[in-house]
């Protein structure tokens, strides 16, 4: 049965590895060491630990770049990681935006929020330039009301959209909701010169459209009347200026439309099966709606809808580290397929390959050359997913993150590993195999020991004896003995010549990093 049953005694490698892999982008060799002798308790503290506030790019056409660059440089904090689940959940696209300062201000947001309020961060977003810009709320007045974000925000953000069971009717929602949820959402303007500050964030915002003082000339003042979904709500202005609503009755619509659609145990559940499908496994059963998804929804619920205590409860679970059964082949390590970012991300930071100073031009041609453009390659235009609903991985059934994987793609993520450790000119920085392993392998003059140090942290799952022999015999000894692999390993240290260490060590890595095994996490 699964259980979210607290998991006790202290991690050990595999799992320190498991929670490092899911919660960040990757850890590092360090990272595994160091909290493998704790508690998961004592794990979760140091992840949600809140880092400080990063400053803006200084060009805001570098925002991309700037942005992947703080996902590589964010530690063991779970708080970047949360900010890309914002970006998959509440997506916008670059292509449409085409305002890197809105994109950046967007993503601020999501950081100020990453560990906090999500019925808060929702309503935020309604008002977010850069939103108001893909989803056509600045388009949106009483004479011509634009339903596009009304319709995303119910069956994206918040409440989802269930099966069709009638026509307009979706079980969670209706299209008359979507048709009032629209004109409580009218009357707002995005801000081009970003001077309009949201008092709560101090982040830029949108605003309520006027006539210079109190009145919303541009909002739809008049009762909107929802479906029985939601308990036949009526929604209308708290304070007219004859028949215009003012400007804080505006916004006092926006808290009401939020109340209604938080007020729906269903909101609560659709958000724990978004979480649940980004950081455990896409498929969510029946036993797992019933034991995961409902308790994690109750905790949601009843702390005011704060992120950090589901999250908490999760990753603190017997099911998280699939100790809730003794099940071989339901196993939650090694589930989900990597994206390209967390396979990008997670081989830079394991190997603590060295970026470029940051904030440098060099900098920002290494992210660009050796992450963002890659990504592209690899099926991940970074801000510019193919669907409105953001990356297919994260929501579409019944592939989800399988969509990651096509014969091309798998062949780009190979072509990476190959690149990573062939030349600096490629990327800007570059992976040193024989380096990485005399100052990071216990004993590099023992082939078995390589080979078990990288497995152990590398692989998420645990392989076979066979497996573990081919890594061994054939990629890093390659048919030759044990005691051959030392003695060219000694002739390297005494000579410098490092020629034939590193064909083994370089054919090892390609191996290791090009299997199926590393593909998942």
Request: aromatic share 12%.
């Amino acid at each position: 049965m699964a259980s979210l049953n607290p998991v006790t005694g202290t991690l050990g490698t595999r799992r320190s590895a498991h929670i490092l892999r899911r919660a960040t982008f990757g850890p590092n060799r360090a990272d595994i060491g160091l909290i493998a002798g704790r508690t998961a308790n004592q794990v979760i503290a140091e992840l949600f630990q809140v880092p400080a506030i990063p400053a803006a790019p200084t060009e805001y056409d570098t925002f991309k770049s700037w942005w992947v660059g703080q996902m590589a440089n964010s530690g063991r904090s779970i708080v970047e990681k949360m900010v890309f689940f914002y970006h998959t959940h509440f997506t916008t696209k670059d292509e449409v935006v085409r305002s890197g300062q809105a994109l950046y201000h967007q993503n601020e947001l999501f950081r100020y929020y990453a560990l906090g309020d999500f019925k808060e961060l929702t309503k935020k977003v309604c008002l977010d330039n850069a939103m108001m810009i893909f989803l056509d709320g600045r388009d949106n007045d009483r004479n011509n009301v634009n339903e596009n974000f009304g319709r995303e925000l119910l069956e994206l953000y918040s409440i989802g959209k269930g099966t069709q069971i009638g026509a307009g009717d979706y079980t969670h929602f209706t299209e008359q909701d979507v048709k009032e949820a629209a004109r409580v959402l009218s009357g707002y303007r995005n801000d081009e010169d970003f001077l309009t500050i949201d008092p709560d964030t101090g982040i830029p915002t949108s605003f309520v459209r006027n006539d210079g003082g109190t009145v919303a000339n541009a909002h739809d003042a008049g009762v909107k009347v929802f479906s029985e979904k939601f308990q036949n709500t009526t929604i209308q202005p708290n304070a007219l200026v004859g028949e215009d609503a003012t400007v804080d009755a505006t916004l006092d619509e926006l808290d009401q439309l939020l109340d209604m659609i938080f007020n729906q145990p269903e909101t609560a559940r659709h958000i724990c099966r978004k979480l649940y499908r980004f950081f455990m496994y896409y498929e969510i059963t029946p036993e797992i709606e019933q034991d995961i998804i409902e308790p994690l929804a109750a905790t949601f619920r009843n702390n005011n809808y704060q992120i950090q205590p589901v999250l908490e409860q999760l990753f603190s679970s017997e099911h998280f580290y699939d100790a809730d059964n003794a099940i071989n082949t339901d196993d939650n390590h090694a589930a989900i397929i990597k994206s390209p970012l967390e396979l990008i991300l997670g081989t830079i930071r394991y190997f603590g390959i060295a970026l470029p100073a940051a904030g440098t031009e060099a900098y920002y041609e290494a992210l660009e050359n050796g992450i963002v453009n890659p990504l592209n390659l690899q099926g991940m235009y970074l801000l510019n997913p193919f669907e409105v609903a953001g990356y297919p991985a994260y929501h579409q059934n019944p592939d989800f993150n399988r969509n990651w994987i096509s014969h091309n793609y798998l062949a780009r993520r190979y072509q990476y590993i190959a690149q990573l450790m062939s030349s600096m000119e490629n990327f800007g920085f570059q992976l040193d195999a024989v380096a990485w392993v005399e100052n990071n392998i216990s004993d590099p003059s023992n082939a078995q020991v390589i080979v078990q140090e990288l497995v152990d942290e590398l692989l998420p799952e645990i392989i076979t004896v066979d497996r573990f022999d081919y890594f061994l015999n054939d990629i890093l000894l390659d048919g030759l003995s044990m005691g051959n692999w030392s003695m060219e390993w000694l002739a390297y240290q005494g000579s410098n010549d490092d020629a034939a260490v590193r064909t083994q060590l370089e054919a090892l890595f390609n191996a290791l990093m090009q299997s199926p095994e590393y593909q998942l996490h």
